[in-house]
């Protein structure tokens, strides 16, 4: 029996989270300083679900309608409920569901807990590896 790569295995570790009440230019400045294109955006309460911005919410929600980044908030802008990847899903699988969803950016979950956050990048960086 083959054994195959889960995505758990790789997802990039550089998951990092951001409130929603916070500027657009707070979570652009974040997404610089880590290297990222997404941010995880905060839950609010147990009740609540987390969201996530990207780079490409931050062209089309402030850049493109010629706004700042001072007056649009993080929440305004970003995409809630989370599209997120099982930590035990076979790779071969991920580029098609992705395709599927139109998400090029999703955090990869496991037992509720997103463990890592998968891109395009990452999975054709692993296709060259093997």
């Known amino acids: 029996m083959k054994t195959f790569k889960k995505a758990k295995e790789i997802a990039s570790d550089k998951l990092f989270y951001i409130d929603g009440l916070a500027s657009v230019r707070d979570a652009v400045k974040l997404m610089k300083e880590k290297n990222v294109q997404a941010l995880i ?10 969201g996530i911005i990207t780079v490409n919410d931050v062209i089309d929600g402030v850049i493109l309608p010629d706004k700042t980044l001072d007056e649009v908030s993080v929440y305004e802008i970003m995409t809630k409920p989370v599209f997120s990847i099982s930590a035990h899903l076979n790779v071969k699988y991920i580029p098609r569901l992705m395709h599927n969803y139109n998400v090029r950016i999703a955090p990869v979950e496991e037992n509720g807990v997103y463990v890592g956050i998968i891109d395009y990048t990452q999975f054709l960086f692993t296709e060259l590896e093997d």
């Open 41 to 50: 955006i905060q839950k609010r309460d147990n009740a609540d679900v987390n």
